[in-house]
Nanobody, 127 residues
Framework: QVQLVESGGGLVQAGDSLRLSCTAS????????MGWFRQAPGKEREFVAA????????YYADSVKGRFTISRDNVKNTVLLQMNSLKPEDTAVYYC????????????????????WGQGTQVTVSS
């Protein structure tokens, strides 16, 4: 099965930047869309960004659009999330995931259409 491992989280101040990475071990990585989600204490897991199988189409939640950038390298089996101008409300555990379905991607993608998940990496932004 697919294994996903996130890294790059940490403690930063508002306005700083972080780059999260997700490395997959799987033989069909390049055939699937990938996404980033986040979950803060007391809140449901929410969509952050997604990228289609060839990296040519991206989707962003309104809350991060213009600040975050998702990219992928299908040779390295890696998905990146560049996070700039971080805000305290960005504080959460960030998860990468492989999408199960190939249709219906949107800026409000549901966790239910993602099949494999990483363990998460903590991002904390102080004011």
């Amino acid at each position: 099965q697919v294994q996903l491992v996130e890294s790059g989280g940490g403690l930063v101040q508002a306005g700083d930047s972080l780059r999260l990475s997700c490395t997959a071990s799987g033989r069909t990585f390049a055939n699937y869309a990938m996404g980033w989600f986040r979950q803060a204490p007391g809140k449901e897991r929410e969509f952050v960004a997604a990228i289609n199988w060839n990296g040519l189409t991206t989707y962003y939640a309104d809350s991060v659009k213009g600040r975050f950038t998702i990219s992928r390298d299908n040779v390295k089996n890696t998905v990146l999330l560049q996070m700039n101008s971080l805000k305290p409300e960005d504080t959460a555990v960030y998860y990468c995931a492989q999408r199960r379905l190939h249709t219906g991607m949107s800026t409000r993608d549901s966790p239910s259409v993602y099949q494999y998940w990483g363990q998460g990496t903590q991002v904390t932004v102080s004011s």
